[in-house]
């Protein structure tokens, strides 16, 4: 069975940057897109971005322009990386391939101001 393990969360001031990191235990990225999603307190689990597997992206309205998103398939890993990060980033990033159905366990981000 494959699973996915996120890491590179952090504890970050405003206006940082940290990037996130996703392994597959498997060799599913040639066959998968690929999703981020984020968990805040109190919330519920909200789409960040998306690759496909032709490389094409897509992000949610809060996160453009300053996350990236990309995949090295023969590593079998995918990146988040996140710029000018704002307090209203700190959530639980998790990734996802919703082919799958597969979740990773999370990684916390955590941004003061």
């Known amino acids: 069975q494959v699973h996915l393990a996120e890491s590179g969360g952090d504890s970050v001031q405003a206006g940082g940057s940290l990037r996130l990191s996703c392994v597959a235990s498997?060799?599913?990225?040639?066959?998968?897109?690929m999703r981020w999603y984020r968990q805040a307190p109190g919330k519920q689990r909200e789409f960040v971005a998306q690759?496909?597997?032709?490389?094409?992206?897509e992000f949610a309205e809060p996160v453009k322009g300053r996350f990236a998103i990309s995949r090295d398939d023969a590593k079998n890993t995918m990146y988040l990386q996140m710029n000018s990060l704002k307090p209203e980033d700190t959530a639980v990033y998790y990734c996802?391939?919703?082919?799958?159905?597969?979740w990773g366990q999370g990684a916390q981000v955590t941004v003061s101001s």
């Open positions: 996802n391939v919703p082919g799958l159905g597969l």
């Open positions: 690759i496909t597997l032709r490389g094409v992206e």
């Open positions: 498997g060799d599913i990225f040639e066959v998968y897109g």
